[in-house]
């Protein structure tokens, strides 16, 4: 989808729009998104050279992602011209660069200044790099609730991790699940150990599995170990471990599972 908006800007000669849905399906993991983000950077020079402080601001975040560190000066550059027109996603890059000092000197304060410009012009990434910036936890948990109103999993996982810290489980683990839902693989971790171990609910081995089972379908193996000792342990048996799989969307992976701890046995029993 990203791909053909993207493509219908540039036969339109909408270079600006173009380049974000380029990035948009980049960032879903479309390699042929990533390459045509960087093409149209041909394009985006003359505009962002021109004064279009969001043709700069764009084309700072895809020489930052997406080319090499020859292209960092020229990063610098237009983030720090679109962050002076006082433009929020120039505000949010340059702050980003000068809060881990990405090709100029490291300034917290800087960064945090720039974030909280962003913040208060409805960025809501920089709501959640300015969240973990501030020193008041009230604030904290404010600008990641803005952040998760845009739909952005790490702050629903960070926001979670702040809750946990406060002893409010049950309020963490419903983030963790909302961050989870939207793909984050440290969150589904954090929702199946707690399934697991009764953390914000009761014990609930076939949420646990399945969340483990949505980690490795995700790519991320780190759970499968813990997913065949909970079954190994009796804390479920196979027919559990099959709707914990159903409720993955990975049936086959279930079965596996059941192979590897109870030798293929076709029982709902170990």
Same mark, same amino acid.
């Given at each position: ?31 042929e ?8 950077t041909?394009?985006l ?44 996603? %120039? ?6 660069m000068?809060l881990e ?6 300034d ?13 012009? %409805? ?22 609730e ?11 996982a960070l926001?979670a ?9 049950e ?7 909302w ?5 984050h ?37 780190d ?31 279930a079965?596996a ?14």
């Open positions: 989808m990203h791909l053909d908006e993207g493509r219908r800007a540039a036969e339109a000669g909408d270079w600006v729009a173009a380049g974000h849905a380029f990035v948009r399906a980049a960032m879903e993991g479309s390699a998104g990533a390459e045509l983000a960087t093409l149209v041909v394009d020079v003359p505009l962002a050279d021109g004064g279009s402080a969001e043709a700069a601001a764009l084309l700072s975040g895809i020489y930052l992602e997406y080319f090499d560190e020859s292209a960092l000066s020229d990063a610098v550059r237009y983030a720090r011209a679109a962050a002076g027109a006082g433009l929020p996603a %120039g505000q949010r890059t340059y702050g980003y000068l000092g990405i090709g100029v000197e490291e917290r304060d800087r960064a945090a200044e720039l974030f909280r410009a962003a913040a208060d012009a %409805g960025d809501a990434y920089a709501c959640l790099n300015l969240a973990q910036l501030v020193d008041d936890p009230d604030e904290s948990q404010r600008l990641l803005a952040a998760t109103r845009a739909g952005i999993d790490a702050a629903g926001l991790d702040r809750l946990s810290a406060l002893d409010r489980d309020e963490a683990l419903r983030w963790y699940l961050a989870a839902e939207r793909g693989t440290g969150a589904m971790n954090a929702a199946a150990c707690w399934y697991r171990d009764g953390f914000g609910t009761e014990p609930d081995p076939v949420q646990a599995v399945r969340w483990f089972l949505v980690m490795l379908a995700h790519g991320d193996g759970g499968v170990h813990e997913a065949i000792d909970l079954a190994k342990s009796g804390a479920l048996d196979a027919g559990q471990v099959r709707e914990a799989g159903r409720l993955a969307g990975d049936p086959g992976t079965e599972l059941i192979s590897t701890v109870w030798g293929g046995a076709d029982t709902d029993r170990a």
